[in-house]
T-cell receptor, first 115, second 106 residues
């Protein structure tokens, strides 16, 4: 596609509910990143994929967070048993290469509100 | 301590003013990025720098690798420049500053 597409754009979940957030990167982009952005803060790194391999998941805040990219294209970030502190914008970015020098393209994000 | 520090946190300017936003970082990087985020919108990449200076229209970005410091300048600011400007550094992944919220008043 022309850009990085994220869905849904907005999600309201009841506390304890499981949610799945989707990221469709630019076709052919090797690297995919997930970030969490709390209100008024800069994005915080969650996890990084190179093709289908999850190379870094050090930013995932708890074992309730799980991400996958099984075929090296679309990625899903799953949050189990959502808590109010999970409310944030979840941003996805993709990059053509495996180094920073190929640049990043960001999606518009999914705004998750846990009530 | 955050790996990427931005200042100021908030900035209000009058239309036409020259604006500077600063970024300092404490880690080794392969590139530094300046990003723009409008309310409710996604993030747009403005610049990616590994050395020197880049200019695009009224925007200028500089980086001093030795001092681990970068600045984003906006000349002849306009209300449409109002947004959050985020500095980020990358090596294998990208780490972000907290952002500078710029409001330009007409």
């Amino acid at each position: 596609g022309a850009g990085v597409s994220q869905s849904p754009r907005y999600k309201v979940a009841k506390r304890g509910q499981d949610v799945a957030l989707r990221c469709d990167p630019i076709s052919g982009h090797v690297s995919l990143f997930w970030y969490q952005q709390a209100l008024g803060q800069g994005p915080e790194f969650l996890t990084y994929f190179q093709n289908e391999a999850q190379l870094d998941k050090s930013g995932l805040p708890s074992d309730r967070f799980f991400a996958e990219r099984p075929e090296g294209s679309v990625s899903t970030l799953k949050i189990q048993r959502t808590q109010q502190e999970d409310s944030a914008v979840y941003l996805c970015a993709s990059s053509l290469g495996v180094t920073a020098l190929s640049g990043y393209t960001f999606g518009s994000g999914t705004r998750l509100t846990v009530v | 301590k955050n790996e990427v520090e931005q200042s100021p946190q908030n900035l209000t300017a009058q239309e036409g003013e020259f604006i500077t936003i600063n970024c300092s970082y404490s880690v080794g990087i392969s590139a530094l990025h300046w990003l723009q985020q409008h309310p409710g919108g996604g993030i747009v990449s403005l610049f990616m720098l590994s050395s020197g200076k880049k200019k695009h229209g009224r925007l200028i970005a500089t980086i001093n690798i030795q001092e681990k410091h970068s600045s984003l300048h906006i000349t002849a600011s306009h209300p449409r420049d109002s947004a959050v400007y985020i500095c980020a550094v990358s090596f294998n992944d990208m780490r972000f500053g907290a952002g500078t919220r710029l409001t330009v008043k007409p």
